[in-house]
């Protein structure tokens, strides 16, 4: 290739990873969001969870907890980024203060808590709301503990001593301890700002 030709490739191919890391137009009609918002809340979670089973195979509980700790919140907002909309996990009983709710989150996670309780939990809420004048798809997907997820955030006296001292290090507030196998932890939550006069 001559060079020209090879400059301007390396060029196109830099500009394009530029644009592929840009966020996605922002607007978007209602159903259009939330087939995405159904995609990067699966796409998260699967995500999450490759990064966990990876870190148990290479490390058991105790590697593993350490990873989460460092990355969990980095891959988060990376793959917000990606993705162009706000996603992330949120809990009341939250260990990263980064996943506390915000007011909209609260009410519906304690609303999701008590139709957990009476055994009607949703696969997902969806809701549009506006919020200073622009209308956002508002999308909840509910997240429940599996008996493995026990190994860090069962009974704090069940952990073994080596995660608890990692939770101890880095989360001193640490409020997601104490789950049973099936209780209901959160959600991950993405909002999407809908385009005016596409809803
Ligand atoms: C190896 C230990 C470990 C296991 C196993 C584990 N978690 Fe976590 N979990 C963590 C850590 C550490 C954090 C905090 C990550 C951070 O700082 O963002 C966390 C955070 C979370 C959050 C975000 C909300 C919060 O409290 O900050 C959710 C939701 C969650 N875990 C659910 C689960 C579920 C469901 C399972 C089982 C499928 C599970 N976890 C298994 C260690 C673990």
Redesign the pocket.
Known sequence: MPKLMQTLAAGLAAAGLFWSARPAPPAMGEAEALAAARQVAADLTGRL?DL?SR??AAGG?AG??RV??ET??QT?QEFAARAGHSVR???M????V??APDAYERKKLEALEQLHARGQLPGEIAEVVSEAGQAYLRYLKP????A??L???GPRESLKPE?RQ??DD??PGD??VGYRTGDF??AVSVRIALSPGRR
């Open positions: 969870r966990l870190e148990l509980f593993a907890v989460c700790a969990a919140q988060t996990r949120v809990s009983k939250y260990r990263n980064q996943d997240i429940t503990i599996a493995m997820c190994n860090c955030h995660i990692v939770l880095r989360y409020r997601a932890r959160g």
